[in-house]
């Protein structure tokens, strides 16, 4: 499996960013799908995640009600719309894919199986 983020860049407090992951190398719609972030000095945490089908969202609290994570399973892609972004959401941010038979929420990052290689966001104040 191979992952890739985009989307990140430097924008104002109070703006928008739109984050997007694309996946290959297996059947997309098997996998959980996820996205975390990780500023400097902090561990990597848990924003949202989205089920097989997107039908089911899960986000962290400091997140909900800006973050809509969303995904096409035709084209192989899960994406992450941020709103109302404050510098707190500043870090590096990454995409993750879980494989699991259990339709059930993992906010750990020892929980996915597969990572991108994170693309920055930075959020001017």
């Known amino acids: 499996v191979q992952l890739q983020a985009s989307g990140g860049g430097l924008v104002q407090a109070g703006g928008s960013l739109r984050l997007s992951c694309a996946f290959s190398g297996r059947t997309f719609s098997n996998y959980y799908m996820g996205w975390f972030r990780q500023a400097p000095g902090k561990e990597r945490e848990f924003v949202a995640a989205i089920s097989w089908s997107g039908g089911s969202t899960h986000y962290a609290d400091s997140v909900k009600g800006r973050f809509t994570i969303s995904r096409d399973n035709a084209k192989n892609t899960v994406d992450l719309q941020m709103n109302s972004l404050k510098h707190e959401d500043t870090a590096v941010y990454y995409c993750?894919?879980?494989?699991?038979?259990?339709?059930?929420?993992?906010?750990?990052?020892?929980?996915?199986?597969?990572w991108g290689q994170g693309t920055q966001v930075t959020v001017s104040s």
């Open positions: 993750a894919a879980r494989t699991t038979t259990h339709n059930d929420w993992e906010t750990m990052p020892h929980g996915y199986d597969y």
